[in-house]
């Protein structure tokens, strides 16, 4: 257990975990609070400046007041009378090693809250070094039935990250999951498996034991360390996995089916949390083509360990092509424009070129930056809105002001905005285009 939100913790288990003893020994009670559930909850005592801990005390019918209307007095009442259980079910996590957060505890994965905000999980159950989940890196996923050569493709971009000292982040599946952690390991390397299932098991078997004791690997899941499969909770898993990297490789994927596009599809469609990247060498895909089609980039043929970092930070969409995702939501853009600025900004950087401008000048030197890169293709007024997470007079205000100083092109029927061909074209743009990324070529 997290020993700084200890209390916090607690409740939440009660009030949503089914605190299963021992794998199918136990049924998940009928009552348990949904997420949904479980948010109003947590907003409400939000508001009257309370915690999930307050609902331990005995005073808690005072807590929850006359607000029937929210959760049934009765149900919360049989869930936190749980106690009994709950000591029962963390006696048993602590004699296999296996801890719990949530997301008061300072050990809950940043990337989580910021990424999935209001849909990162209440709880995260785990075994191994809570340190590796803060630590970025490559998610690899792909299907679980996989040849020969695509699981050794895979071992092979886990021993590479391995020797990038990039942390690799995939499902613990079988298949493409599992081989993309076995090369990651053998080559000494780091790795974050977000199981969907089956978490206790898993951190007992004998070739993990070791790996999670000498802090090289962490086990994590959403759910229940006894929880058996659930499909609906091997899509919500997806998610984790996302949010946890600085980029994806899908390796495989069939088209219009399966979990792995699913989760791709949702992150290039949807959420677009990280850049998405597929595999291009090798056997043909239809599912690989088509999550190209939707925005996913090939995976450069000339990355290397020396490289390899360029490839996983985002700020390799200031330097990507027209098939890139430059639609990374923009709180995800102002966190690697922080980073820069951090490790210190290029004498081409606007920031560095300004040091001396207002805030809000500042700001839209950033926000002419992004749209430089954000269109490269035409789009609307409420496209470039929704991209940067602003209102739609907010989007407008600044095209019409690219488009004063000549470096947007307005066009009309439909209404849109695009980077003018001369600037598009001109030596800086240039310079900055991405050579390592090659088209698809099969059978290399």
């Known amino acids: 257990m997290s020993e700084t939100s200890s209390l916090n913790t607690k409740a939440i288990l009660l009030l949503t975990a089914p605190l299963i003893i021992g794998r199918g020994k136990s049924k998940e009670p009928a009552h348990l609070l949904t997420s949904g559930e479980y948010m109003r909850l947590a907003s409400y005592l939000q508001e009257m400046g309370k915690e999930p801990a307050d609902l331990l005390k005995a005073d808690r019918d005072q807590v929850l007041g006359d607000r029937r209307h929210i959760l049934d007095h009765n149900r919360l009442k049989r869930l936190l009378d749980r106690g009994f259980l709950l000591s029962q079910v963390i006696e048993r996590w602590q004699t296999r090693a296996i801890w719990v957060i949530s997301q008061d505890d300072d050990t809950y994965p940043q990337k989580l809250k910021v990424r999935l905000k209001k849909n990162s999980p209440s709880l995260l159950y785990g075994c191994g070094n809570r340190e590796i989940l803060n630590s970025g890196g490559l998610a690899i996923v792909g299907s679980r039935n996989v040849n020969d050569s695509l699981s050794e493709y895979t071992k092979e971009i886990g021993r590479l990250a391995a020797k990038a000292r990039q942390t690799v982040v995939s499902g613990a599946a079988r298949g493409i999951d599992r081989a993309a952690m076995s090369g990651a390991l053998e080559a000494g390397g780091k790795v974050t498996g977000v199981l969907a299932d089956s978490l206790e098991q ?153 040091q001396t401008l207002s805030p809000d000048e500042e700001l839209y030197q950033t926000i002419r930056s992004l749209l430089t890169h954000i269109l490269v293709k035409p789009k609307k007024a409420t496209e470039v809105a929704t991209e940067l997470d602003v209102t739609k007079r907010q989007a407008e205000e600044w095209l019409k002001r690219l488009v004063a100083e000549g470096l947007l092109e307005k066009r009309t029927k439909p209404v849109s905005y695009v980077m003018r061909s001369d600037n598009l074209f001109s030596p800086k743009r240039a310079a900055e285009s991405n050579a390592d990324i090659e088209p698809v070529v099969y059978g290399k």
């Open 202 to 354: 898993t951190a007992m078997t004998r070739e993990h034991r070791n790996l999670l004791l000498e802090g090289q690997l962490v086990l994590i899941s959403p759910y229940d360390p006894n929880a058996g499969f659930n499909a609906g909770h091997a899509m919500q898993r997806n998610k984790v996995i996302y949010a946890l990297s600085d980029a994806a490789l899908v390796v495989n994927a069939d088209m219009n089916k399966g979990g792995t596009w699913a989760g791709a599809t949702e992150q290039l469609e949807r959420l677009r949390l990280v850049p998405i990247y597929v595999r291009s060498t090798g056997e043909p895909s239809k599912g690989l083509e088509a999550l190209k089609a939707k925005g996913a980039m090939p995976w450069p043929h000339s990355v290397d360990a020396d490289n390899l970092d360029t490839v996983l930070r985002p700020d390799i969409l200031k330097t990507s092509t027209p098939h890139t995702q430059s639609h990374l939501p923009f709180d995800a853009r102002q966190e690697l424009l922080k980073t820069e600025v951090q490790a210190g900004a290029t004498s081409e950087s606007p920031i560095a070129e300004n």
